[in-house]
């Protein structure tokens, strides 16, 4: 036991800094992910009939393609919640106007990165209640997808 205190007051003053970060990092990631559970329960049980958008992003080949939802029925969409890497929009029964962006990343050879940027684009788009929806985006044809996803 001396040693191990020993051998603690021997060690620099960066190494104490280093251990105090990671263990804030830790604590940070663990509040996080029960405020998320928190927010998406509470999202599901005050809309209990609402229809699910997801998007998020996907990764075909080499190509990384990532979706970015701007505004639902024109203005900045509160209700949503993480679900894994994919953001989950909790929208009502009906029909809507979905204005979304997708960016497409590739390793170049002359550049570290090529970057392609689409949109924004606008989608009308018809839910049904407690269904999942998903917002894609197809890099060959360069268009924007809505698909609801099977249960």
Known sequence: MNELITTLKGLPTWSYIVAGLLLFYLLMIIFY???AKNRKKQLLTQNPD????YCGTTQSGIKTVQ????TIDGVKHADWFNEGMKLVYAVTAGTHTVESTATTSRPGILHKTVNEVF?????????????????????????????????
């Open 33 to 35: 992910s029960k405020y």
């Open 50 to 53: 609402a229809a699910l958008i």
């Open 67 to 70: 979706l970015q939802v701007n």
């Open 119 to 151: 949109g924004p684009a606008k989608l009308e788009v018809e839910v049904e209640p407690r269904k999942k929806y998903s917002l894609g985006f197809d890099a060959k044809n360069k268009e924007f997808t809505f698909t609801e996803l099977q249960a």
